[in-house]
């Protein structure tokens, strides 16, 4: 997959099928818009995903820059659909400021040969937000390109968005996303060096500090499975603080603590079933299927090490 990043100067001299959004989550409904472009490839076009790096909503300050998705976690999702070409728009206040018309000619017709646009009918882009579905219809002809118009998915008459995937997350109701994601909440990283305390407990764990835009769900255990190389194995996964053994302070990569107060930092721990080997170094994905229990603080290192005992046997 070529990625076009951090750039406004770039031309691909190929022909597209484009599909615009933000694809935070990479949901159902964005899924829906990536099935139309991957279709046009038997019609030999090239699948592109045009994307914004930040958000408008980072950047006119209405959001908290936490993401279901991050950027690495796009590209990988991306790459495994069997999209072509992503582009990561860089969004300034001087690109946020672009006439819709002059961007659509600009970028999507000039820069990247565009014949085809999926385009949800939630679509926001150029000065003021007025790049819609309905202007890039109005431009179809002149720029000799195709609109093909998304309507909003819905689950059980709930629309899918980001927005309520996100309220689900925070509220560590992970079945239910799992439901609007089309898969179970995931959290990628490169695992690290932890303190290795769990080992001596007898559940060795591998370690992933979560990039710091990353929204966790609520700290505690979940039933997760991790996928190592393409293939799943059955875990079990603490995401926190490691009160009892770190008094609040999760261990980072070279192996000493991260204060508290640095909560985008918390560690991503998980216990994997059947699977003996070295993973510090390998990117990895962590499922999280279902809340267990909220973090706790223990009294001793025998009540931590009977907890885990019981939240492995209720989780398999």
């Given at each position: 997959m070529e990625i076009i990043a951090d750039s406004l100067d770039f031309q691909l001299n190929r022909d597209t099928a484009i599909a615009i959004g933000k694809f935070d989550g990479v949901h159902l409904g964005h899924r829906r818009l990536?099935?139309?472009?991957?279709?046009?490839?038997?019609?030999?076009?090239?699948?592109?995903?045009?994307?914004?790096?930040?958000?408008?909503?980072?950047?006119?300050?209405?959001?908290?820059?936490k993401v279901l998705t991050t950027r690495e976690e796009k590209r990988r999702i991306f790459r495994e659909m069997g999209v072509d070409v992503l582009v990561e728009f860089p969004m300034t206040l001087e690109t946020a400021a672009i006439e819709p018309e002059d961007f659509a000619r600009r970028f999507l017709s000039d820069a990247l040969g565009c014949r085809f646009i999926a385009a949800g009918d939630d679509l926001s882009f150029g000065r003021y937000g007025r790049g819609n579905a309905a202007l890039l219809k109005s431009l179809a002809e002149e720029l000799s390109f195709e609109v093909k118009t998304i309507a909003k998915v819905q689950i059980d008459g709930t629309?899918?968005?980001?927005?309520?995937?996100?309220?689900?997350?925070?509220?560590?109701?992970?079945?239910?996303?799992a439901r609007f994601l089309g898969e179970s909440y995931c959290v990628d990283g490169k695992v690290v060096h932890g303190n290795h305390f769990g080992h001596s407990l007898g559940f060795p764990t591998m370690n992933l500090i979560p990039s710091e835009d990353k929204l966790l769900p609520p700290f505690g255990v979940y039933a997760s499975k991790v996928r190592i190389e393409n293939k799943l194995y059955k875990a079990i996964t603490n995401v926190g603080l490691k009160p009892t053994v770190t008094d609040g302070k999760p261990a980072g990569e070279d192996g000493q603590s991260i204060s508290k107060n640095e909560r985008m930092h918390a560690g991503v721990e998980t216990h994997l079933r059947d699977y003996d080997g070295d993973l510090y170094g390998q990117e990895v994905q962590v499922f999280l299927h279902h809340?267990?229990?909220?973090?706790?603080?223990?009294?001793?290192?025998?009540?931590?090490?009977?907890?885990?005992?019981?939240?492995?046997?209720?989780?398999?």
């Amino acid at each position: 997959m070529e990625i076009i990043a951090d750039s406004l100067d770039f031309q691909l001299n190929r022909d597209t099928a484009i599909a615009i959004g933000k694809f935070d989550g990479v949901h159902l409904g964005h899924r829906r818009l990536l099935e139309e472009i991957l279709a046009k490839k038997q019609d030999g076009l090239e699948a592109c995903v045009f994307t914004f790096d930040v958000s408008p909503s980072v950047l006119f300050g209405l959001s908290d820059g936490k993401v279901l998705t991050t950027r690495e976690e796009k590209r990988r999702i991306f790459r495994e659909m069997g999209v072509d070409v992503l582009v990561e728009f860089p969004m300034t206040l001087e690109t946020a400021a672009i006439e819709p018309e002059d961007f659509a000619r600009r970028f999507l017709s000039d820069a990247l040969g565009c014949r085809f646009i999926a385009a949800g009918d939630d679509l926001s882009f150029g000065r003021y937000g007025r790049g819609n579905a309905a202007l890039l219809k109005s431009l179809a002809e002149e720029l000799s390109f195709e609109v093909k118009t998304i309507a909003k998915v819905q689950i059980d008459g709930t629309p899918v968005s980001s927005t309520y995937i996100r309220s689900l997350v925070e509220a560590g109701e992970m079945e239910e996303a799992a439901r609007f994601l089309g898969e179970s909440y995931c959290v990628d990283g490169k695992v690290v060096h932890g303190n290795h305390f769990g080992h001596s407990l007898g559940f060795p764990t591998m370690n992933l500090i979560p990039s710091e835009d990353k929204l966790l769900p609520p700290f505690g255990v979940y039933a997760s499975k991790v996928r190592i190389e393409n293939k799943l194995y059955k875990a079990i996964t603490n995401v926190g603080l490691k009160p009892t053994v770190t008094d609040g302070k999760p261990a980072g990569e070279d192996g000493q603590s991260i204060s508290k107060n640095e909560r985008m930092h918390a560690g991503v721990e998980t216990h994997l079933r059947d699977y003996d080997g070295d993973l510090y170094g390998q990117e990895v994905q962590v499922f999280l299927h279902h809340f267990q229990r909220p973090e706790q603080k223990f009294e001793s290192i025998d009540a931590l090490k009977a907890q885990i005992a019981r939240d492995v046997e209720a989780c398999r």
